[in-house]
């Protein structure tokens, strides 16, 4: 069974910026897509941005330019740390954000963010 943990939310102003991370153990193939997902209030959860084993990168459009997805196999080759660095925050990206493997169902207990003046 897959063990994720998120870390790194918290609150902010707009403009600022946050470091998301997460740390996927237990898994069965370092070879996974990683995905970063949030959940708004009263929204259905979102891919907000992902990124391949080779390092191709993809977001949604209301990111693109403002996050940077970026992942590390850690040396022991059993575990996957993946960030999600937030620049030029802005209260609509208030939500949990969790990360997973794309290809999988598990999920996290996700880390809450909040930009608000």
């Known amino acids: 069974q897959i063990h994720l943990v998120e870390s790194g939310g918290g609150a902010v102003q707009p403009g600022g910026s946050l470091r998301l991370s997460c740390v996927a153990s237990r898994i069965s193939s370092l070879t996974y897509t990683m995905g970063w997902y949030r959940q708004a209030p009263g929204k259905q959860r979102e891919l907000v941005a992902s990124i391949t084993f080779g390092g191709i990168t993809d977001y949604v459009d209301s990111v693109k330019g403002r996050f940077t997805i970026s992942r590390y196999n850690i040396g022991d080759n059993t575990k996957i740390t993946v960030y999600l660095q937030m620049d030029s925050l802005k209260p609509e990206d208030t939500a949990v954000y969790y990360c997973?493997?794309?290809?999988?169902?598990?999920w996290g207990p996700g880390t809450q963010v909040t930009v608000s003046a």
């Open positions: 997973k493997p794309v290809e999988l169902g598990s």
